[in-house]
Nanobody
Framework: QVQLVESGGGLVQAGGSLRLSCAAS????????TGWYRQAPGKQRELVAF???????NYADSVKGRFTISRDNAKNTVYLQMNSLKPEDTGVYYC??????????WGQGTQVTVSS
C-alpha cells in the first residue's frame, strides 16, 4: 500500500505561481510513476503531468512551458511547480501513483483557485 498526501494549493491571481507537493509513504519502492491530475467543476479529471521512476516526464499540452514536475527521492515527495497560472487552471489537483504490480493510489486532493 502507498499513501499520498498533497499540499500547497490555494488562491492565487492570474499570472502567479504555486507549488504543489505530494508526499508518499508506505511501500514507496513499488511506485512506477507519479502524476498530477486535476478536475475542474463539471469536467472530467485530466492528467496534468507525470514523472516515472526513471525520471521521464510528460505534460498536458495546456501546461507545457508553465508547469514543471520534479521529485526529491530523499523526501519521497513529488512536486508540481505551476507558473503563469490562468483561471482555467482552477480545479482540485490530485496526486496519483501506479505501482509495478498495476495498483493505482490517489491522494485526497488540494484545491487550486486562480482568479482573473
Amino acid at each position: 500500500q502507498v499513501q499520498l498526501v498533497e499540499s500547497g494549493g490555494g488562491l492565487v491571481q492570474a499570472g502567479g505561481s504555486l507549488r504543489l507537493s505530494c508526499a508518499a509513504s508506505g511501500n514507496i519502492f513499488s511506485i512506477n510513476a507519479t502524476g498530477w491530475y486535476r478536475q475542474a467543476p463539471g469536467k472530467q479529471r485530466e492528467l496534468v503531468a507525470f514523472i516515472t521512476s526513471g525520471g521521464r516526464t510528460n505534460y498536458a499540452d495546456s501546461v507545457k512551458g508553465r508547469f514543471t514536475i520534479s521529485r526529491d527521492n530523499a523526501k519521497n515527495t513529488v512536486y508540481l511547480q505551476m507558473n503563469s497560472l490562468k483561471p482555467e487552471d482552477t480545479g482540485v489537483y490530485y496526486c496519483n501513483c501506479n505501482t509495478w504490480s498495476g495498483y493505482n493510489h490517489w491522494g485526497q486532493g488540494t484545491q487550486v483557485t486562480v482568479s482573473s
